[in-house]
């Protein structure tokens, strides 16, 4: 092979793993905003469906309300915001008083178990509170929101 072949050569492999390289990070960002609105659809059902979550239920949906949260979609925003307002009017006093009561004595595991969750809905929820301000920034319905959902966590 010629030295002018073997540059071609290395020219074309050199673009071709750019272009899958493009091509990938493409994808990567579609199927992105595509779970995104998948779970924003997953929870504005929800929301109709208070009655079906639980404690448990409600800390395994926290990192995924904090991910819409990030979201630049407004609705996406909106959405996690509506859900995460009555989830903590409902669980928030229970959180806060299971966090703030000393210790249990002897072995209780469901006790045990109710507050290592609590333990990490509130971590989860202080995420939350140093987001909002950030939309409070952004206006309108997200900021009126957010404002409402930042008055429930100081009364929790």
Same mark, same amino acid.
């Given at each position: 092979m010629s030295p !002018?072949?073997?540059?071609? #050569? $290395?020219?074309?492999? *050199?673009l071709w793993s750019s272009y899958l390289w493009f091509c990938h990070q493409i994808f990567s960002?579609?199927? $992105?905003?595509?779970? *995104?609105?998948v779970q924003a659809d997953v929870i504005s059902v929800l929301v109709?469906? *208070?009655? $079906?979550?639980? =404690?448990?239920? !409600? &800390?395994?949906? #926290?990192? +995924?309300?904090?991910? @819409?949260?990030? &979201?630049?979609?407004?609705?996406?925003v909106k959405v996690s915001?509506? %859900? =995460? %307002?009555? %989830? +903590?009017a409902v669980f928030g006093p229970m959180i806060r008083s299971t966090v703030s009561a000393p210790p249990s004595v002897g072995v209780d595991l469901h006790a045990q178990q109710r507050r290592e969750c609590c333990n990490q809905c509130f971590m989860? @929820?202080?995420k939350i509170h140093? $987001? @909002?301000?950030? %939309? +409070?920034?952004?206006?309108g319905l997200l900021a009126k929101s957010a404002q409402e959902l930042n008055l429930v966590l100081q009364q929790c």
């Open positions: !002018f072949m073997a540059l071609c #050569l $290395i020219r074309y492999y *050199m960002r579609e199927i $992105i905003i595509i779970r *995104m609105q109709e469906k *208070m009655e $079906i979550l639980t =404690l448990d239920l !409600f &800390s395994s949906l #926290l990192p +995924v309300l904090i991910g @819409l949260l990030d &979201s630049k979609t407004e609705r996406h915001l509506d %859900l =995460l %307002l009555k %989830l +903590v989860q @929820l202080q140093m $987001i @909002l301000p950030i %939309l +409070v920034r952004r206006g």
